[in-house]
């Protein structure tokens, strides 16, 4: 398994696409829909560039971990907290209970104090989907969010 993220200690992206590969290429499918459920929630640390130039990368470090932790206490069941790149952070959750399991983590996310921070969206896997367009997905929806001010 990759190492942790130094700065957050959520897994890294090597890790994240380990497990979106074995989820959508050996898992059980789900029994009504004959497919594999992936929800995944992404969160986008908004400011983060700013906060590194103007205050340094201490503080953007400290920016990232406070988002880090929010999304983990947001995310009870998940499968995986990771890092995606510089300001993307996401949780991935599997099985019957995915797509309801990562709107209650959106929810919570959306309801907490650190809102003007954070902006989070989530997306849905299934198989026949690759770990590189589920990635690819999850960019375009929060590339789609940063021109609307707010969340999907």
């Not at 971990?65 to 998940?78: G, I």
């Not at 809102?115 to 929060?142: E, F, G, N």
């Amino acid at each position: 398994m990759p190492p942790l993220d130094y700065v957050t200690g959520l897994e890294s992206r090597g890790a994240l696409e380990l497990l979106l590969s074995e989820c959508l290429e050996g898992s059980q499918p789900h029994p009504e829909t004959s497919r594999v459920l992936l929800a995944v929630v992404i969160v986008d640390v908004v400011g983060l560039k700013a906060v590194n130039e103007q205050h340094g990368f201490l503080a953007g470090d400290s920016m990232l971990r406070t988002a880090a932790d929010s999304l983990r206490r947001a995310s009870e069941r998940t499968r995986l907290l990771a890092r995606l790149g510089g300001d993307e952070l996401v949780a991935v959750f599997s099985g019957p209970t995915a797509e309801a399991d990562a709107r209650k983590a959106v929810a919570i996310l959306r309801n907490k104090s650190l809102k003007p921070l954070l902006r989070s969206t989530m997306t849905i896997a299934a198989s026949p989907d690759s770990p590189s367009a589920l990635i690819d997905r999850l960019y375009a929806s929060v590339r789609g969010q940063s021109g609307q001010g707010g969340e999907e």
